[in-house]
Nanobody
Framework: QVQLAEFGGGLVQAGGSLTLSCAIS????????MGWFRQAPGKEREFVAY????????DYADSVNGRFTISRDNAKNTAYLQMSSLKPEDTAVYYC????????????????WGQGTQVSVSS
């Protein structure tokens, strides 16, 4: 069993930066790919980024590519999402998730989810 909890959300001005953390419990978490997703009010949850279990592979949504960086520290059981050059349209609840599948952007492939953390970007 894997349990996830996100930290680090908050209010930031446009152009600012924020780093989200995802604390993971479970002895085999390093065997999962990790993903970040977000859901804005009135919109469907969408893919943001993923990182492979080795940490050597990453993928980003076009909307965040070049501004966000996903990483993981297997020794600390933590995944991260560094966000920079934030825009008002980045405002959403951000979720981390774990999947036993490989290199997938699909929400339905993710087995475990955190409770989410709110990120609000003011203009």
């Amino acid at each position: 069993q894997v349990q996830l909890a996100e930290f680090g959300g908050g209010l930031v001005q446009a152009g600012g930066s924020l780093t989200l953390s995802c604390a993971i419990s479970g002895r085999t978490w390093s065997t999962y790919d990790m993903g970040w997703f977000r859901q804005a009010p009135g919109k469907e949850r969408e893919f943001v980024a993923y990182i492979t279990r080795s940490g050597r592979g990453t993928d980003y949504a076009d909307s965040v590519n070049g501004r966000f960086t996903i990483s993981r520290d297997n020794a600390k059981n933590t995944a991260y999402l560094q966000m920079s050059s934030l825009k008002p349209e980045d405002t959403a609840v951000y979720y981390c998730a774990a999947t036993s599948a490989s290199r997938t952007r699909s929400l339905t492939d993710y087995d475990y989810w955190g409770q989410g953390t709110q990120v609000s970007v003011s203009s």
